[in-house]
């Protein structure tokens, strides 16, 4: 049993490792459409972390436009570098 607990450790740390590195993908590539002045909305469509597919189930161009809106406030926020 203690075998099994510490497999499914490690598999699910690799998956939070994946996750991460798409969620920090996410940020760099929204904050650049974000930059080039594309809408929230055209940003969300075309987004593009279809590199992450071989851990993510990840069909194709496009993020879910709640996390685009919200990353667009924060760069919105006084103080913060755009």
Same mark, same amino acid.
């Given at each position: 049993m203690r075998r099994l607990l510490a497999?499914?450790?490690?598999?699910?740390i690799g998956?939070?490792?994946y996750f991460q590195d798409y969620l920090r993908d996410?940020?760099?590539?929204?904050?650049?459409?974000?930059l080039e002045g594309v809408s929230?909305?055209?940003a969300a469509k075309r987004a593009?972390?279809?590199?992450h597919s071989a851990h993510l189930p990840i069909n194709g161009? &496009? !993020?879910p436009? =709640? &996390? !685009?809106?919200? =990353?667009?406030?924060?760069?919105?926020?006084?103080?913060?570098?755009?």
């Open positions: 497999l499914t450790a490690i598999v699910l998956l939070i490792g996410v940020w760099t590539e929204v904050s650049r459409l974000r929230a909305e055209d593009d972390l279809t590199k161009p &496009g !993020v436009i =709640i &996390g !685009v809106q919200r =990353i667009y406030a924060l760069l919105d926020e006084p103080g913060r570098e755009k």
